[in-house]
């Protein structure tokens, strides 16, 4: 009942924070989701609600989508993917969480700092951006930072932004399911918890929808980022105690 209520509400913000940003279901779902289930159902858990989000978000969002960027991402990713879910598959415990924690709260201050420095070679750098998101994917779920942070870097126009990180995730979905299906991953209680979330995670997603077009989507972002850095924290000192 606890794994329930705590998946279906993280639905329903992660959804809401994706329909009006372009990301953030992971970011939001999956730290909440590991004060109470083990990383190994978590993760294809949140993969899967998160790949029927953004098949959604693809139908109203793709012909902004940058098919450069997208191409070249998508590639790296391919290769991230399953080294990712490799370690999720052979390690596992509160080291793995505190990881994850940690690696939230850096991620959002780095967000928070505003610190730029775009690259003259975009190209070659794509391919290893998507290959880092790609093995985040598979391991934590979380694949969001590395993309957030270059296509920031690179002042892509926030049209642009929303639509490839939407279509990106559409594409690899595909591939990180395959993956976790691939090393058993993706059991009965796994889909049927995650089937269990989806009412609430597109009621989140259409009042997302709607925000989008009232709010500063930088204000909402940098709010966004807020409550990940906290979840992180949260999910790092809940497990400290297990290192030791």
Known sequence: MTLYVVGALGAFAGGFVQGCVGFGMAIILTPLMMLVA?????????????????????WRLYRNASREILVRLVLGAAIGIPLGVQ?????????????????????????????????????AALLWVGLASGFLGGSTSISEPPLV????????SKEVFRATMVCYFALTGVIGLASFAWKGLITAPVVTNAAACLPLMLLGTYFGMRLATRVSEEHFRRASMAAAGIMGAVLTANNLPGLF
Not at 38 to 58: A, D, H, K, R, S
Not at 149 to 156: A, D, G, K, W, Y
């Open 38 to 58: 083990p990383q190994e159902y978590v993760i294809p858990m949140v993969v899967i609600i998160g790949f029927t989000n953004v098949v959604l978000l693809t």
């Open 87 to 123: 370690v999720l598959a052979a390690f596992s415990g509160p080291g793995f969480r505190v990881a994850l924690g940690l690696f939230m709260v850096v991620f959002a201050a780095v967000m928070f700092s505003g610190w730029t420095r775009p690259l003259r070679n975009q190209r």
């Open 149 to 156: 942070i270059f296509l920031s870097n690179q002042r892509v």
